[in-house]
Every structure is written in C-alpha cells, then in structure tokens.
C-alpha cells in the first residue's frame, strides 16, 4: 500500500523484464500500472504476484463492451486484489453503471475510473467515427457522464485538468499520462507537463513511465520526483 501520487507504468513486454524494475522499486513509495501488452502476455498471476509485493496495481485494460460482459471483467479485477482499474466512456451510461454496480462498496473494493477520448484521436478522427464536437468538449462531456454514472474519476492529459476541474468536484479523481520531469527526455509525448504542473493543476496520480523505467536507477528518478512534489 503506498499513499503516493506516482504510479509507475511497467511498459515491457514480458514479466521478467518488468520484474527486474519491481525489484528496485518501493511499494511504499509507488503504485504501478500493468496495461494490455503485459497483461496479455504475463496475464493474472503476474498481477497477483505484484499484488502480493504489496504493490497497488492500476490494471489499465480499458474495458468496452456490453454492460453484463464489463461488468463481469470488472469483478475478474477485483478479485486480483487490484487497486484502481478502467473502462471507455465511449461504453455509455448503461455500461459505465453495470460497472460500478459490480463492483464492492468497500473501502477494499478497486477505484473505477474511465478513458474519456483517446489523446491519439484529433478533430477529424472524432468527425470520422460521429463525434461531432471538439476533443475539448467530447472529453468534459465524457468525464462528466462518467461522474454521474458513479465512476471515481478519468483518466486526462495534464492539459485537460483544468477544463476538468471547472465542472467537477475536488472528489472526482483526475490520472494524468503525459508527464515529464524537467530532467528527463521528453520522448514522443508532446502536451506535457511536470510533476508539480500537473498537482498544482489540480491532479490526483500521475503515470510515469520512461522517466522512472528507463532510468540507470530508477529509485534516485523516483527520489526526485518526490523532491520536486515535496513529499
Ligand atoms: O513512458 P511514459 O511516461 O510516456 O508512459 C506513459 C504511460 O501512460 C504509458 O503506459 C502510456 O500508454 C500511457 N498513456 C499515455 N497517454 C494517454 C493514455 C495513456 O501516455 N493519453
């Protein structure tokens, strides 16, 4: 169990690779994320075994699908002893609620939050697919309806945060990718912000993970993360 804002995204593509970065890291001191590479690759166990590391796992799959199949993903999550987890918006109401309804009301129970608008997804490709408005004013209108369906909160670009935290209340919980230290490379992120940017902005975990994965030691990246955020 760790209280921290940082969840580390273990981006490698077997469980080995991923271990030999666990191994260095505190759980005390982070969360980490295992999304759908992992995840298909090293599957449930691997997750458990973080679990059991005392880790809190943030398992980024992304569920979109009927209400009764997501809503039975969702308890296959649970049931791993995971810390927060996620579903599309795109899903809609009904599923966003079957979601939330599988899911214990315990203070053990995982946080449900949601993907709003993909950030690979510009103007034309919303046009495409029938979203007529802005990326802008598609995520709000999402993060909104994820709120009221009874999600705890979204995952945002830093960018997103304070268009965000206009609407919704301070117990909505905002994730935010897309964060670089000053120190660090910045990768092929682009709408970035720091560490500190992003908190004062108003958000409450943020993913990271080059700047921490890639490092030569990954516990001194984490130290100044904390330094910077004055934990
Ligand atoms: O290495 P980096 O800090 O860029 O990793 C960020 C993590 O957040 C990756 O797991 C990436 O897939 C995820 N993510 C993102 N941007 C989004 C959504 C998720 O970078 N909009």
Redesign the pocket.
């Known amino acids: 169990m760790s209280s921290s804002p940082v969840i580390v ?1 273990l ?1 490698f593509p077997s469980a080995d690779e991923a271990l030999r970065l666990v191994d260095q890291l505190d759980p005390t001191r982070c969360r980490l ?1 295992v ?1 759908k590479e992992l995840f298909t690759r090293s599957g449930p166990e691997f997750v458990k075994s973080l679990v059991k590391r005392n880790f809190d796992v943030f398992l ?1 799959l992304k569920f979109h699908d009927i209400p009764n199949t997501v809503a039975r993903a969702c308890q296959a999550g649970a049931d791993l002893g995971i810390w927060m987890l996620n579903v599309h918006a795109l899903g809609g109401r009904k599923m966003l609620e079957a979601a939330r309804a599988a899911l214990p009301e315990d203070a053990a129970a995982p946080k449900l939050i949601a ?1 709003t608008v ?3 997804m510009g103007e034309e490709d919303l046009q495409e697919i029938g979203l007529p408005h802005s990326p802008a004013d598609e995520v709000k209108r999402l993060a909104t309806l994820s709120y009221e369906s009874g999600l705890d909160g979204v ?1 945002c ?1 830093p960018r997103e945060i304070e268009l965000l935290r206009q609407d919704l209340p301070s117990e909505f919980e905002l994730v935010t ?4 230290p000053q120190w660090s490379v910045t ?3 682009k709408r970035i912000m720091t560490p500190a940017q992003a908190m004062t902005a108003g958000g409450n975990y943020l ?8 490092a030569e030691e990954p516990m001194q990246a984490l130290k100044k993360i904390e330094q910077e955020l004055g934990l």
Not at 177 to 180: L, T
């Open positions: 995204a981006d994320k999304g980024d993907v993909l950030t690979s995952v670009s990718p897309g964060i670089r990768g092929d992120q993913v990271i993970g080059r700047p921490i994965t890639q």
